[in-house]
């Protein structure tokens, strides 16, 4: 079973940074995407940000420009810079992984627990 742990969350100001880190482990596997979705209060979970094993990217709309994701394959950890942040920006940051386990060849998908970012003066 593959497993996410996510990291970087926090309360910071309008206008400031955060670095979210996720990274898998488990049996050895290959990953195909990694992505990064956020749900606030009240509302449906929303894909962020998400980059393939060849590092094409694709990104909310209103995060471009200000949010970048990025992988270390060796690693199996994405990120995701945010840089400023918006109070609408206030979500739970949820990390997320395909891709197959190398001993079974069954594909996988999981989830991180999720991460909070809060943005307020």
């Known amino acids: 079973q593959v497993q996410l742990v996510e990291s970087g969350g926090g309360l910071v100001q309008p206008g400031g940074s955060l670095r979210l880190s996720c990274a898998a482990s488990g049996r050895m596997m290959h990953i195909n995407a990694m992505g990064w979705y956020r749900q606030a209060p009240g509302k449906q979970r929303e894909l962020v940000a998400r980059i393939s094993s060849g590092s094409s990217t694709n990104y909310l709309e209103s995060v471009k420009g200000r949010f970048t994701i990025s992988r270390d394959n060796a690693k199996n950890t994405v990120y995701l810079q945010m840089n400023r942040l918006k109070p609408e920006d206030t979500a739970v940051y949820y990390c997320?992984?395909?891709?197959?386990?190398?001993?079974?060849?069954?594909?996988?998908?999981?989830w991180g627990q999720g991460t909070q970012v809060t943005v307020r003066p």
């Open positions: 997320n992984a395909d891709g197959v386990e190398l001993a079974t060849a069954k594909g996988f998908e999981s």
